[in-house]
């Protein structure tokens, strides 16, 4: 085994290797046969049904052609984390059942191209992810990832990829991503992060702080120190900043904080209370709410400072919560013009805006799907909920049932929602959960304090 071809990696991004086949692999169209199906029966792993999630899945520990001591351990060690991060990518999907890297067989690195596919029949999977950790002269690692198809012994995808040893877990993310795309013929959403707020202390006095982590909670810190609280973030599409709320000097403004340097940067300078800041498309823009003589507006300004902001909105009421759509070209809002607090979507100048939801109760904090094709919000009747629309209004659903689900953020391929669930009580905590679009895969994510206001980044580079 080797390398045939290496992508130079841009910033930031890792390098993707092309791995050198060493067998020819059985000719294979169409998707993932089922282990009790005929091998000529063909099963579709759809992410929008909810009884698609029964797909075994082996997940054996990655060898290494020779053990080496590496920055972040030894190759033998590295090979097993990969295979436990892509085993528990797997499975927080909800689509999958994988199995390993504990209780399964181990395999030797000549065996990595060359499956030993009985085992894994005999074993009752219907797929089998084998890879290898390999330590490279200049101080790197090579991951590589295998995907088979153990009902007709054929190999369905391949990728390699070149990091620093510190970087392993998003080699581990990328094998996943990988494996979700091709089983599922969706783009995938492993390798991000989540920013939120994490939150400690007694209810009435919170400290408030900003947080960042991998998509599965790893590489947790702490970006501010709490002594001011700050809501509301979001990431930049380029993930150099995220843009939020912070009460500095008892004043509700808008800021900007750098990823790179730590700097943090005011928006706008008025006086008045500004809240609720979100990203255009393309980085340019950011909107926010701002309150001024009893009214409240959604205003468009400058990402990179300086200009007069542009007001969107001038209805009596409250205006709050702009989210543009992934083409930018339309902005999802809430408004109380109506009497009640309803979703609304508007042109990205402000014009024709027109009403969107009808239903019972109160939405809010509306946020545009990454595909364009659904708006998730709050939903407030009794309890609070995370429901779906289409941009039109059709098709609402509500997705979960708990006693205080707000502020639904989505992953980038659009197919999962995280939100935060506070529970009742006098001493009421707060912890960020996800729930997929079936609304039956509910699994909170850790962080190490509670949490709340979520907001799930786009795909790494």
């Known amino acids: 085994m080797r390398h045939k071809q290496c992508a130079p990696a841009k910033a930031g991004a890792l390098s993707i290797c092309t791995l050198a086949r060493v067998a020819k692999a059985p000719a294979f169209a169409g998707a993932l046969l089922a282990l009790t199906a005929p091998a000529t029966a063909q099963i579709k792993v ?26 972040a351990g030894s190759t033998d060690a590295l090979g097993r984390q990969v295979a436990e991060v892509v085993a528990a990518d797997l ?44 330590a490279n002269p200049g101080g790197e690692i090579t991951v590589g990832c295998y995907l088979y198809d153990v009902a007709l012994k054929s190999e369905l ?9 510190s970087d392993w877990r998003r080699a581990a993310h990328k094998c996943a991503d990988a494996i979700y795309s091709r089983l599922s013929g969706e783009t995938p959403f492993f390798d991000s992060r989540v920013a939120y707020i994490a939150e400690t202390g007694p209810k009435e006095n919170r400290v408030k702080r900003l947080a960042i982590m991998d998509s599965d909670g790893a590489n947790h810190r702490f970006l501010t120190n709490g002594q001011n609280i700050v809501l509301t973030p979001r990431f930049s599409p380029d993930y150099k900043s995220i843009v939020y709320l912070s009460y500095a000097n008892k004043r509700p403004r808008i800021y900007i904080y750098e990823l790179g340097t730590g700097r943090q940067r005011l928006v706008t300078e008025g006086g008045a209370a500004a809240f609720a800041p979100r990203w255009s498309p393309d980085g340019r823009t950011i909107l926010y709410s701002m309150s001024q003589a009893g009214n409240t507006d959604i ?22 919560g702009g989210s543009f759509s992934p083409d930018g070209s339309k902005i999802v809002f809430e408004s109380d013009r109506s009497g009640s607090q309803q979703l609304y979507v508007m042109n990205a100048d402000g014009s024709n ?109």
């Open 46 to 71: 759809d992410v929008t049904d909810e009884t698609s999630n029964d797909l075994v899945i082996a997940v054996p520990v990655m060898p290494t052609p020779q053990v080496a001591t590496t920055a």
């Open 91 to 134: 499975r927080g999907s909800g689509l999958f059942k994988p199995v390993g890297p504990s209780g399964v067989p181990g395999i030797g690195f000549a065996e990595v191209t060359a499956p030993d596919f009985a085992r894994w029949t005999n074993g009752g999977a219907a797929a089998l992810v084998q890879g290898f950790v390999r």
């Open 157 to 165: 995808t391949r990728a390699g990829y070149v990091v620093q040893p």
């Open 299 to 320: 205003y468009a300004v400058s990402a990179a400072g300086g200009g007069t902001p542009r007001r969107l909105t001038s209805t009596p009421g409250i205006n709050v």
């Open 353 to 461: 805006q027109q009403r969107i939801s009808f239903g019972g109760g109160r939405y809010a904090t509306p946020e545009w799907s990454p595909r364009g094709d659904l708006i998730a919000f709050t939903r407030m009747q009794g309890n609070f909920r995370i429901g779906v629309m289409t941009p039109g209004g059709q098709g609402e659903r509500v997705l979960t049932n708990s006693w205080q689900d707000e502020a639904p953020t989505w992953s980038p391929n659009g197919r999962v929602i995280q939100f935060f669930r506070t529970s009742q009580g006098r001493g009421g905590k707060s912890s960020l959960w996800q729930v997929d679009l079936t609304g039956v895969n509910e699994r909170r994510l850790p962080t190490p304090v509670d949490g709340s206001d979520p907001t799930w980044g786009p795909l790494l580079p």
